[in-house]
């Protein structure tokens, strides 16, 4: 009886020291930011037949609002989930998962939908993807267009 | 002896926090269901909404941004094991303007009050 308690108490020790040392650390962490738009409500545009107004009843406000040459603009739609383990012994030596999310980097890190519009606000395009790589495309006004 | 023994090592092993961050006041439907495409001016927006957080230049037209941001944090601490979980929900409103500063189109999104407080495994706007 003696003896059990010793070693409890030795276990009670060790684990206090291990807590408050923090030199061993696992992680299970899980970041979203906004919830993602509807698929169904995209697959139910037509380029060329809706305008800004149904796309904006359809899928409501998005995220980001892009000005392109000769007038026309795109609407950029996103979200962002993520979730992972992180196992770390006094330096971190695994990470599952990328730096907490700054909102700022949404349109860096995100997945999303872009629809572009004409001049005339009609939808010309929807595309699918990171907008990283769709924000590239776009062609924004020259500051001479701008004048 | 041994209930004290255990008790002893539970106390350091186990904690939780709940945190909630909120940025700029909740967007309220009853105000932008008074704006009316084709009738509301910018100057009768500003008034019923205030000022946006954005404006957006089209050539000639704009865009108006208003946004209310909601983010809950939750953690639990198990010895050296850490749970977290960040949920960031968004109420958002565009205005589009004509070149005359008439208002041609609004969309909203009102997510802001669906953040929650949940544990990182559990289902969560799925």
Not at chain 1, 115 to 122: A, T
């Amino acid at each position: 009886m003696g003896d059990a308690v010793v070693r409890l108490a030795r276990v009670t020790l060790l684990a206090a020291l291990a807590t408050t040392s923090s030199c061993v650390t696992a992680e299970y962490q899980r970041e979203i930011v906004f919830s993602p738009v509807s698929k169904e409500g995209v697959a139910r545009l037509v380029p060329g037949e809706h305008d800004l107004g149904h796309c904006l009843e359809l899928l409501g406000a998005p995220n980001f609002v892009w000005e392109r040459r000769g007038d026309a603009i795109a609407l950029a739609y996103a979200s962002y989930r993520d979730a992972g383990w992180s196992v770390g012994a006094s330096v971190q030596v695994v990470r599952g998962m990328s730096a907490s999310f700054d909102y700022g980097e949404l349109a860096g890190r995100s997945k999303g939908f872009v629809l572009l519009f004409d001049e005339h606000w009609r939808l010309e395009a929807v595309r699918s993807g990171y907008l990283r790589d769709l924000r590239g495309p776009i062609e924004r006004p020259t500051p001479q267009a701008m004048e | 002896m041994k209930r004290l023994a255990l008790l002893l090592l539970c106390l350091p092993l186990g904690g939780c926090f709940l945190t909630r961050d909120t940025t700029n006041v909740p967007i309220e439907p009853e105000r932008f269901a008074k704006l009316e495409p084709g009738v509301t001016t910018a100057t009768q927006a500003l008034e019923l909404l205030g000022g946006p957080v954005e404006v957006v230049q089209l050539g000639r037209r704009s865009a108006w941004l208003y946004e209310h941001q909601r983010t809950k944090r939750s953690g639990l601490f198990l010895f050296v094991f850490t749970a977290l979980n960040t949920d960031t929900q968004q109420d958002r409103l565009w205005l589009f303007f004509d070149e005359n500063d008439v208002l041609r189109h609004a969309g909203a999104t009102l997510d802001a009050k669906s953040a929650e407080w949940v544990m990182p495994w559990s289902d969560s706007h799925e």
